[in-house]
């Protein structure tokens, strides 16, 4: 079995390998007609990446019954980096030769070059399904995230995340002292609030900001929901595809 | 300052300040300090006598080369030599250091009589005559006859280094003869040739081939290690840290294949004054360290700590004392194949003169031989550890490690598995 799919940009597919590897290394795309999929855990299971590619990012795209794809994501990562702007990325795959083969053209179409990966055997791991409710939801502009974060780091290796009706806020304490963003629901970086009570939950400030660093590139925006003391999700919204994460929260005084 | 450029460099205010090192009889005043009454010297002191009496030395070395850090990049290298001719092995076995008494250990040392040469660190790529004499002394591993020739009668300076080994009396090196052929393991020969492989490389090279670290240490000290261009004398005390930390580091790569230990699991070994306690977690890989220094009632504690997700920082307040137990555990978690999150705290007793960070490595290595019990709580192993150390058990609120294992949660508590 076997599958082929070419997309316009390479960078873009470099983009979102790059956000795939803020969770693991190493991965298992599930692909059949609709796209390719992935869904996974870090090591330490405190993390987890929900990807996915549909077929229509694709100007072509080919694939037999499904098939699974286990690659190391750090070396497709080396292969990639190597796209200049404007290429354009055929992958194709060949279940029964386990070797990923990646093309990547220039814009007139007068070079070609060819890599091919070696993929790894796929190990059957217990798949999870990332299905939560949650009591509040808020739609943010991703670089206020992205710098609330980084700020909060200044003071603390974690975060406060409060979702309240009228705003998003961000509140590290350390010894040093205390840091907090306060997003308004006025203000510009706020799109959105959806909360009829106030929720909130500690979260890493590594996970937090290994995962918005790489995402930041392929969205605007950012959508964040939460309970308190439960794992927060974030979504962020991509053409013909879906980049959704989970994190783990700390407990304080457990 | 080879290991600081593998770091991002942290900030200020984790500078850590200067540990006074001092012996405990003379206070480490120059002026007080004499052959005649220090305690540790009692049985070298005719040899000493000896050896001050003379310009020439000759005596198997064990081999042994020092490379001091004073005047960096102009530094002042040399052989140590004892006056002695027979197997001197023991003089740089580290292994077997922890079974000696402390003035057994600091006499055989201080026997050795360090030839010293202002040297600049690039001649490495292209040494003197008595550069390539020391070099080659270094690459041997058994005991070699050397013959030492110093401009006048070496003097004996007192003082204790806090992170490598006491050296005996010194002098300014004329000539460095080597009396008989050094014998150079294959492995050895071939990879110091070898100038295009990364001095990273070598070391895990040489690691794997069962050469000793000491050896090790050795060789990447007198730039026999790396690419041609970056070969470079480097001051042993730097060079030890170096060698703990790239091993360290190729073992913890390999680290996170493994599955998590089951049980939570204390070690623990003492010697010297200073006692070694290990905690391992069932967890992912994280290490950190609480290094104790107990002085006249009081107790000085120096922390550091790498957590998942932590940027590659060099351990400011710990420094070398932190690779040199981290690389022990990483071997016993890599013996076992499997991954644990790591605390250890070490602790100094008065009574202890500054020898060295050696001492933690191998007390480290042998307390991960001796487990001292296990449990399946954290509440219950952390009543345990409180029992078997003397560091109170509120200090480790401190700790980044228990808090992470104490407060993180996991996802799977959340999410349905199938």
């Known amino acids: ?254 | 300052m080879v290991q600081l450029k593998l770091y991002r460099f942290a900030g200020r205010s984790e500078f850590r300040e200067e540990r006074r090192v001092s012996c405990p009889v003379c206070g480490g005043d120059f002026k007080k300090c004499r052959l005649e009454i220090c305690p540790y010297l009692k049985d070298v002191r005719e040899l000493l006598r000896k050896v001050q009496s003379s310009r020439i030395v000759f005596g198997s070395s064990p081999p042994s080369a020092f490379i001091g850090s004073w005047g960096y990049p102009r530094v002042l290298a040399g052989p140590l030599v004892p006056p002695i001719q027979a197997d001197t092995s023991l003089m740089e076995d580290y292994g077997s250091w922890l079974d000696l008494p402390l003035q057994k250990l600091v006499s055989m040392r201080v026997s050795m009589v360090r030839g010293k040469k202002p040297v600049k660190i690039e001649d490495a790529r292209n040494p003197s005559r008595l550069l390539t004499a020391i070099q080659e002394l270094g690459m041997a591993y058994t005991p070699t006859d050397v013959e030492l020739e110093l401009d006048k009668e070496p003097v004996i300076r007192p003082g204790f280094k806090l992170r490598y080994a006491p050296t005996g009396p010194s002098g300014t090196v004329v000539k460095a003869i080597l009396a008989e052929n050094p014998t150079i393991p294959r492995v050895v020969d071939k990879i110091v040739s070898d100038i295009d492989l990364k001095a990273s490389q070598a070391i895990y090279k040489l690691y794997r081939s069962g050469i000793g670290e000491q050896h090790i240490v050795r060789l990447f000290s007198l730039g026999l290690l790396g690419l041609k261009r970056w070969r470079r004398l480097v001051p042993t005390e730097w060079s030890i840290t170096a060698v703990d930390d790239q091993i360290g580091r190729w073992l913890r790569s390999r680290l996170k294949e493994y599955d998590w230990i089951n049980m939570y699991e204390i070690y623990q070994y003492e010697a010297h004054y200073n006692r070694v306690t290990v905690l391992l977690i069932p967890g992912p890989w994280m290490f950190e360290v609480f290094e104790v220094w107990y002085r006249g009632g009081s107790m000085k504690i120096y922390h550091d700590s790498e957590l998942p997700g932590d940027p590659d920082r060099y351990p400011e307040n710990v420094g070398g004392a932190y690779h040199a137990l981290r690389l022990p555990i990483l071997e016993k978690l890599s013996e076992i194949r499997r991954q644990a999150s790591a605390l250890a705290i070490a602790e100094i007793y008065e009574g202890w003169i500054p020898l060295g960070v050696w001492r933690f490595r191998e007390i480290c290595r042998r307390a991960m031989k001796f487990r001292r019990c296990k449990s399946n709580s954290l509440n219950e192993i952390l009543a345990e550890l409180g029992k078997i150390i003397d560091l109170p058990l509120r200090v480790l609120d401190e700790s980044r490690v228990l808090r992470y294992h104490k407060e993180q949660k996991q996802l799977t508590e959340f999410l349905k598995l199938f």
């Open chain 1, 1 to 254: 079995m076997s599958f082929r799919m070419r997309l316009p940009s390479a960078d873009y597919f470099s983009d979102l390998m790059k956000a795939v590897q803020a969770v693991v290394d190493e991965g298992t795309f599930k692909i059949d007609q609709e796209g390719m999929k992935l869904i996974a855990m870090d090591p330490a299971h405190i993390s987890l990446v929900d990807f996915e590619l549909s077929s229509s990012a694709a100007e072509e795209y080919v694939c037999e019954g499904e098939l699974q794809m286990t690659v190391s994501i750090s070396e497709l990562m080396k292969f990639l980096k190597r796209a200049k702007k404007g290429e354009s990325l055929t992958l194709s795959y060949d279940e029964g030769a386990k070797k990923l083969e990646l093309t990547l053209v220039d814009a007139t179409g007068s070079r070609e070059k060819i890599f091919t990966l070696n993929t790894l055997e796929t190990v059957e791991a217990r798949s999870v399904t990332p299905r939560l409710s949650f009591d509040a939801k808020a739609r943010v502009g991703v670089d206020a995230v992205k710098d609330a974060v980084r700020d909060s780091g200044v003071v603390s290796d974690y975060v406060k995340i409060t979702i309240n009706p009228d705003a998003v806020v961000f509140l590290a304490k350390g010894e040093l002292g205390t840091v907090q963003t306060k997003l308004s629901k006025m203000g510009a970086a706020v799109y959105e609030i959806e909360a009829d009570k106030e929720v909130w939950a500690h979260f890493s400030i590594n996970y937090l900001d290994k995962i918005v660093k790489p995402a930041s590139s392929l969205s605007d925006e950012v959508v964040m929901q939460l309970s308190t003391n439960k794992p927060i999700k974030l979504s962020f919204p991509i053409p013909s595809g879906r980049l959704e994460y989970l994190i783990a929260p700390r407990i304080e005084g457990a």
